[in-house]
C-alpha cells in the first residue's frame, strides 16, 4: 500500500464525509486507507465513521478524550503505508497537496515533508501573530528551518513513525522528534489553508505557554536526558565555587581586620553573606537533582535505545 491517511479528530462529525469525498478525489493515483481516530468524540462523529468504514476506511475509537497527539500516536502503530501523512479532520488542511509532498519525499529522499500554512486563514491575534513568535522560538531551539512546525498536515516515510514516540502534547515537534531519532532530512512545502467550516477550533491561546514549556522539556531531554548530572553538576560547581569564594572573601576580610585590631562589621552584617549562604546552598541542592536524575535515567527502559540504520 502507498499511503496510509492518518486523521486525528474530536467533535468533527459534519466535515467527516466532505474530507472523505475530498481524498478520494485528490488521491485517485495511489493506493491508500485512511485511518481515523477519533478521540472520544462526543457528536456522533463514530457513526459517521462507521458508516463509511470498508476495506480502506479504518476506524480506532477512544473511550475518552486523550488529545491530538495520542491519536497520533495510535494512527502511526496502525499505519500499513510506505508513506505515512496526518492531517487535521477540519477540512482547513487539503488533501491535493499530498501527491506533491508524496513525490518529494519519494523522488527527493526526504523523511519528513511538513506543510507551511503560509497564508493561514485563522484568527490574526488570537493564533497568526503567536504562532509566529513560537514558530522563531522553535527554530531556534530545534534548528529546524521550518516556518510552520505544527502544521497538520505531513508526510513521513513509514520508518520514522515507527521510530518515534509522541507522547503527552508533543504533536508539536513531530519534526524535532524525528531529528533527535536520526531522520534529519525535513522539508517543507507551501500549502493551502481554509477557514474552518464546521465545528470550533479545539485549541486555545494556552496552546503557546504550554508549547514552550513542552518545547524546553525536549530541548533538555535531547541534549542531557541521558546524563542529567552533565547538566545539573556544571550549575552546582558554578553556584558552589560563587558560593566559596565569597565565602572565603568574607573569612579573610574578617580576620584581616581583627588582628590589625580594627572593629569590624559582623559577618552577617553584610549582603554578601547571604549570597554566599544561597549560592552554597543551590549548588548541593543543584548536584543533589544531578544525583537523582542520574537514578531516574538509569532506570529508564530506553536508556540503551539506539536508532540503527544498517547492519553488515
Ligand atoms: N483534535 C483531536 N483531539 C483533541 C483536540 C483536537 O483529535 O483533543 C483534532 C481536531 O479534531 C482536528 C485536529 O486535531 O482534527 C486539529 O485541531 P483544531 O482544528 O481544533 O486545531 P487548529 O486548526 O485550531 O489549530
Ligand atoms: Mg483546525
Given at each position: 500500500?502507498?499511503?496510509?491517511?492518518?486523521?486525528?479528530?474530536?467533535?468533527?462529525?459534519?466535515?467527516?464525509?466532505?474530507?472523505?469525498?475530498?481524498?478520494?478525489?485528490?488521491?485517485?493515483?495511489?493506493?491508500?486507507?485512511?485511518?481515523?481516530?477519533?478521540?472520544?468524540?462526543?457528536?456522533?462523529?463514530?457513526?459517521?465513521?462507521?458508516?463509511?468504514?470498508?476495506?480502506?476506511?479504518?476506524?480506532?475509537?477512544?473511550?475518552?478524550?486523550?488529545?491530538?497527539?495520542?491519536?497520533?500516536?495510535?494512527?502511526?502503530?496502525?499505519?500499513?503505508?510506505?508513506?505515512?501523512?496526518?492531517?487535521?479532520?477540519?477540512?482547513?488542511?487539503?488533501?491535493?497537496?499530498?501527491?506533491?509532498?508524496?513525490?518529494?519525499?519519494?523522488?527527493?529522499?526526504?523523511?519528513?515533508?511538513?506543510?507551511?500554512?503560509?497564508?493561514?486563514?485563522?484568527?490574526?491575534?488570537?493564533?497568526?501573530?503567536?504562532?509566529?513568535?513560537?514558530?522563531?522560538?522553535?527554530?531556534?531551539?530545534?534548528?529546524?528551518?521550518?516556518?510552520?512546525?505544527?502544521?497538520?498536515?505531513?508526510?513521513?516515510?513509514?520508518?520514522?513513525?515507527?521510530?518515534?514516540?509522541?507522547?503527552?502534547?508533543?504533536?508539536?515537534?513531530?519534526?524535532?522528534?524525528?531529528?533527535?531519532?536520526?531522520?534529519?532530512?525535513?522539508?517543507?512545502?507551501?500549502?493551502?489553508?481554509?477557514?474552518?467550516?464546521?465545528?470550533?477550533?479545539?485549541?486555545?491561546?494556552?496552546?503557546?505557554?504550554?508549547?514552550?514549556?513542552?518545547?524546553m522539556s525536549l530541548w533538555f531531554l535531547s541534549r542531557f536526558g541521558?546524563?542529567?548530572?552533565?547538566?545539573?553538576?556544571?550549575?552546582?560547581?558554578?553556584?558552589?565555587?560563587?558560593?566559596?569564594?565569597?565565602?572565603?572573601?568574607?573569612?579573610?576580610?574578617?580576620?584581616?581586620?581583627?588582628?590589625?585590631?580594627?572593629?569590624?562589621?559582623?559577618?552577617?552584617?553584610?549582603?554578601?553573606?547571604?549570597?554566599?549562604?544561597?549560592?552554597?546552598?543551590?549548588?548541593?541542592?543543584?548536584?543533589?537533582?544531578?544525583?537523582?536524575?542520574?537514578?531516574?535515567?538509569?532506570?529508564?527502559?530506553?536508556?540503551?535505545?539506539?536508532?540503527?540504520?544498517?547492519?553488515?
Amino acid at each position: 500500500m502507498d499511503l496510509s491517511i492518518i486523521i486525528p479528530l474530536y467533535n468533527e462529525a459534519e466535515s467527516l464525509p466532505e474530507l472523505k469525498a475530498w481524498i478520494d478525489r485528490s488521491l485517485k493515483d495511489f493506493s491508500y486507507e485512511i485511518i481515523f481516530v477519533d478521540d472520544g468524540s462526543t457528536d456522533g462523529s463514530w457513526e459517521v465513521i462507521r458508516e463509511m468504514a470498508d476495506k480502506n476506511v479504518r476506524g480506532i475509537r477512544f473511550r475518552r478524550n486523550y488529545g491530538k497527539s495520542a491519536a497520533l500516536y495510535e494512527g502511526f502503530a496502525a499505519a500499513r503505508g510506505e508513506i505515512v501523512v496526518t492531517m487535521d479532520a477540519d477540512l482547513q488542511d487539503s488533501p491535493e497537496e499530498i501527491p506533491e509532498m508524496v513525490r518529494m519525499i519519494r523522488e527527493e529522499g526526504y523523511d519528513l515533508m511538513s506543510g507551511w500554512k503560509q497564508h493561514r486563514k485563522d484568527n490574526a491575534l488570537t493564533k497568526n501573530l503567536p504562532s509566529k513568535l513560537y514558530n522563531w522560538t522553535a527554530r531556534k531551539v530545534t534548528g529546524i528551518k521550518l516556518h510552520d512546525m505544527n502544521c497538520g498536515l505531513k508526510a513521513y516515510k513509514a520508518d520514522v513513525v515507527k521510530n518515534i514516540e509522541v507522547y503527552g502534547e508533543m504533536h508539536r515537534y513531530i519534526p524535532y522528534l524525528a531529528k533527535n531519532a536520526g531522520f534529519d532530512k525535513i522539508g517543507e512545502k507551501r500549502v493551502h489553508h481554509q477557514k474552518r467550516k464546521y465545528g470550533s477550533s479545539k485549541f486555545g491561546l494556552d496552546r503557546f505557554v504550554h508549547g514552550f514549556l513542552d518545547l524546553m522539556s525536549l530541548w533538555f531531554l535531547s541534549r542531557f536526558g541521558g546524563k542529567p548530572m552533565h547538566f545539573f553538576g556544571t550549575s552546582g560547581i558554578l553556584m558552589f565555587l560563587v558560593g566559596f569564594v565569597m565565602t572565603v572573601w568574607i573569612i579573610v576580610a574578617k580576620l584581616v581586620h581583627q588582628a590589625q585590631g580594627i572593629k569590624f562589621r559582623a559577618v552577617t552584617d553584610q549582603p554578601l553573606f547571604y549570597l554566599a549562604l544561597m549560592a552554597v546552598v543551590l549548588g548541593v541542592m543543584l548536584f543533589l537533582a544531578g544525583f537523582l536524575g542520574e537514578m531516574v535515567s538509569r532506570s529508564s527502559a530506553t536508556r540503551n535505545d539506539y536508532q540503527i540504520k544498517e547492519r553488515l
